[in-house]
């Protein structure tokens, strides 16, 4: 394909309309700079109960249409606004009955028993809207397993109808962790035919899983860093007993770094932070640095602080982080934690926090400006997550000048390069076997670095300059865009 693909973006949630986690935050992110690199693109996901409160203009697209699933008859609705400061269409799947409730997927921390009747709804009306929508798309790009039935219905249950014929299907794993499993029960109503119930199809462990559908049936597989396509297709501890599918599929699996928007993490801009400041000057940190503490009541000391912005769970490094902040506090630093979670550490913590008062900052809540504040009031970003697709928050606290300190995996192995393994290149720190001794080792190095303020400055406008806004990323899509789209055509032909 020499033309620009027409893409269809379709997820289960997009920033600024909803969002529980990173993929809200890509999804939101991703379109614009397809849009500025000339690719027309175009979105789609579910109108729940929280896009109503934002009092949106929405425009009716096209006349109701009828959905049938789980043996009865769901009349759906077409809505669609711009994303925005853009001209990128976002379309919403309305129907009230399964998406106008309190969560997105879950209420009271227990999903929703009906998520697989839901997001096999959501999934029959992406697909059935394209006869009504302006632009055919070229290439439907899936995300997760909530999308993970698009590509399985369009080579199975519309695979003779002709509209649908050439268009090709883009899937990208976020978290192989979480995979859509459901009971083989839901064949039925869902509309699939029995025999790709298989584990040459949609079966995994007699049950039916909406990841695998996608993995499966997707003419191109990406991920979110290289790293992570390597070691989901080669380990059980990362593939989640997907590895032997994703390695039968490696020519078509591609791992692409995310990126961050730098029209909302932008220290030289950010109203949300109490001095602007660039890699060019590194004044208006030191401002920030102050603020930061002022603001979590820690003294104003020019000991390095430490921040942390996180879900406070196993996968995040809280086991390690539990083993060791006795250790990481014995230093001359201070520690701001932003996050929630598992119970077990905001217990753990609540009662660090008390012991270690002047030192230790909890902030157990949901709190953006003070994430802020923390990426650019830090010297130090904290990241030992044990399993890490590709992560954000490294790749934000790069762009304010906190060195990130992280457990060598996934998309952190990606964009971290320890110091003081290649000192010309380095910009934070990182260690290889995930215990408390290497942790204490690797702080204590950047420690070390912290004390040459001539050498961190040097080393903290550096990582300022590098380059992980979405452009590059943007690139890579677009020539898997085209791949899909070429494979596509030749399966045709």
């Not at 379109?31 to 929405?58: E, H, W």
């Not at 961190?456 to 899909?484: C, G, H, L, R």
């Amino acid at each position: 394909m020499n033309k620009e693909p027409n893409i269809l973006i379709v997820s289960s949630e997009i920033v600024p309309f909803a969002k529980t986690g990173g993929l809200a935050d890509v999804a939101g992110a991703l379109p614009k700079a397809l849009q500025r690199q000339g690719t027309n693109v175009s979105l789609v996901m579910p109108l729940y109960s929280c896009i109503y409160k934002l009092n949106l203009d929405l425009e009716d697209e096209c006349e109701p249409c009828i959905i049938n699933i789980a043996g009865q008859d769901e009349q759906v609705s077409i809505k669609s606004t711009k994303l925005n400061g853009s001209e990128i269409k976002v379309f919403f799947v309305q129907c009230d009955k399964f998406f106008n409730r309190e969560g997105l997927y879950q209420e009271n921390g227990k999903d929703y028993e009906d998520n697989d009747i839901r997001f096999a709804l959501f999934s029959k009306a992406v697909i059935e809207m394209l006869k009504s929508a302006d632009e055919k798309p070229d290439v439907i790009h899936c995300n997760d397993w909530q999308t993970g039935l698009i590509p399985a219905y369009l080579k199975t249950v519309y695979a003779n109808d002709e509209f649908y014929k050439d268009i090709a299907t883009v899937f990208t794993i976020h978290n192989i962790a979480y995979q859509g499993l459901f009971p083989a029960s839901t064949m039925e109503k869902i509309g699939l035919p029995w025999e790709i119930f298989t584990m040459y199809g949609v079966e995994y462990w007699n049950q039916i899983s909406y990841l695998k559908a996608g993995l499966f049936y997707a003419d191109i597989i990406t991920t979110v860093s290289p790293t992570y396509a390597k070691q989901i297709k080669s380990s059980e501890e990362f593939g989640k007993g997907m590895q032997g599918l994703l390695e039968s599929r490696e020519q078509d699996l591609f791992g692409i770094i995310n990126g961050i928007d730098y029209e909302v993490w932008n220290p030289a801009e950010d109203e949300l932070i109490s001095s602007k400041y660039s890699h060019a000057n590194l004044r208006g940190k030191t401002n920030c640095k102050k603020d930061l503490q002022k603001a979590c009541g820690l003294p104003m000391e020019n000991n390095p602080v430490i921040g942390m912005v996180s879900r406070l769970a196993d996968q995040k490094g809280f086991d390690l982080i539990a083993e060791s902040l006795d250790s990481i506090l014995a230093n001359e630093v201070q520690l701001v934690i932003l996050g929630t979670g598992d119970p077990k550490y905001h217990e753990l913590l609540e009662a660090k926090a008390f012991k270690y008062d002047g030192k230790l900052s909890l902030n157990l809540r949901f709190d953006d400006p003070l994430a802020h504040k923390i990426y650019s009031g830090s010297d130090i970003f904290l990241m030992p997550s044990k399993d890490e697709p590709c992560g954000l928050g490294q790749l934000i606290a790069l762009r304010y000048g906190a060195l990130p300190l992280v457990f060598k995996t996934g998309g952190l192995a990606d964009t971290v390069t320890d110091y003081n393994e290649d000192p010309a290149n380095g910009n934070g720190f990182s260690f290889e076997e995930y215990t408390e001794l290497k942790l204490a080792e690797t702080l204590k190095r950047a420690l070390e670095l912290y004390s040459n303020k001539r050498k961190w400055n040097t080393v903290v406008k550096s990582s300022m300059e590098k380059d992980f806004s979405w452009e590059i990323s943007a690139a890579s899509y677009v020539e898997v865009y085209k791949k899909a789209a070429a494979k596509k055509t030749a399966s045709i032909v």
